[in-house]
């Protein structure tokens, strides 16, 4: 087993994350202007990505495995991180960028998701505010029925708690 073939996958890993990104920012330009088709049809796409993703990651792991196993060493602890260290010359500056290159788009997609997390959030605060301030409280409501006793007033709410 080369190391052309781990360079490959990582790649191809790279790739995805960068078409995972892509998708990325336009969710948070969907969160934005509140366009919840849009959101859906981005979900869709980023849940074919990942899967993708594992499934590369999977062969990745595969061809890491067997070059530890071609030089006799054992799987159970293989990185490749490790194997950069192990490598020498051309091949470690081929490792290495690709490595490097994935880690860096890595970061930049987790930026970008803590961002559509944080506008997430944001909205469903706004949400509740909005129910909060749209419903009565119990201390305001000064229903009484006929017998001049508080009626069994219960104020409104979807069964769904985000607060939760």
Do not use: C
């Not at 996958?9 to 995972?20: E, Q, T, V, Y």
């Not at 061809?63 to 054992?74: K, L, M, Q, T």
């Amino acid at each position: 087993m080369t190391i052309n073939t781990v360079v490959q996958h990582m790649n191809h890993l790279r790739k995805l994350h960068d078409s995972l990104l892509v998708l990325s920012k336009k969710k948070t330009d969907a969160l934005k202007k509140n366009d919840v088709n849009g959101i859906q049809q981005l979900l869709i796409q980023e849940r074919k990505h990942v899967q993708a993703i594992s499934q590369v990651e999977k062969k990745r792991e595969l061809a890491v495995n067997d070059w530890y196993r071609e030089r006799g060493e054992s799987p159970l602890s293989a990185t490749v991180s490790e194997m950069i260290e192990q490598l020498v010359g051309e091949e470690r500056a081929k490792l290495n960028e690709a490595y490097e290159r994935l880690i860096f788009v890595l970061s930049e997609l987790k930026k970008q998701e803590q961002l559509n997390s944080e506008l997430t959030h944001q909205s469903l605060q706004f949400i509740n505010l909005s129910l909060d301030l749209l419903q009565p409280s119990l201390n305001t409501v000064n229903y009484f029925n006929q017998t001049g006793t508080a009626s069994d007033v219960q104020p409104k709410r979807s069964v769904f708690d985000s607060k939760a």
